[in-house]
Nanobody, 124 residues
Framework: QVQLVESGGGSVQAGGSLRLACVAF???????IGWFRQAPGKEREGLAT???????SYADSVKGRFTISQDNAKATVYLQMNSLKPEDTAMYYC???????????????????WGQGTQVTVSS
């Protein structure tokens, strides 16, 4: 059983930065952690994912602006978000999948465990 707790959300002006953190309790190996977001009235969107060996993937919408990283000693995965835009406003979630989902990493159904979410609001 893996429990995920997100933190770091908040309100920021366009062009600003935030760093989200996802602490994984009950962490084990062969785990892939992904960051997703969901805005009101929109589908959940996969943003970035990282595997135990450090392999990463990014959605085109955030490539070059967001960076996913991990600190295995702290069982924590970070999402550094720079150059934020109003359209980045959403609830952000981290999720854990067993193994590497490959090309299906953006699909929420690939992830078994989910955090409670943290709100990010970007004003213009």
């Amino acid at each position: 059983q893996v429990q995920l707790v997100e933190s770091g959300g908040g309100s920021v002006q366009a062009g600003g930065s935030l760093r989200l953190a996802c602490v994984a309790f009950g962490y084990s190996y062969n785990i892939c952690i992904g960051w997703f977001r969901q805005a009101p009235g929109k589908e959940r969107e996969g943003l970035a994912t990282i595997y135990d060996d450090g392999s990463t993937s990014y959605a085109d919408s955030v490539k070059g602006r967001f960076t996913i990283s991990q600190d295995n000693a702290k069982a924590t995965v970070y999402l550094q978000m720079n150059s934020l835009k109003p359209e980045d406003t959403a609830m952000y979630y981290c999720a854990a999948a067993q193994g590497w989902p490959g090309s299906r990493w953006t699909r929420s159904g690939q992830y078994k465990y989910w955090g409670q979410g943290t709100q990010v609001t970007v004003s213009s």
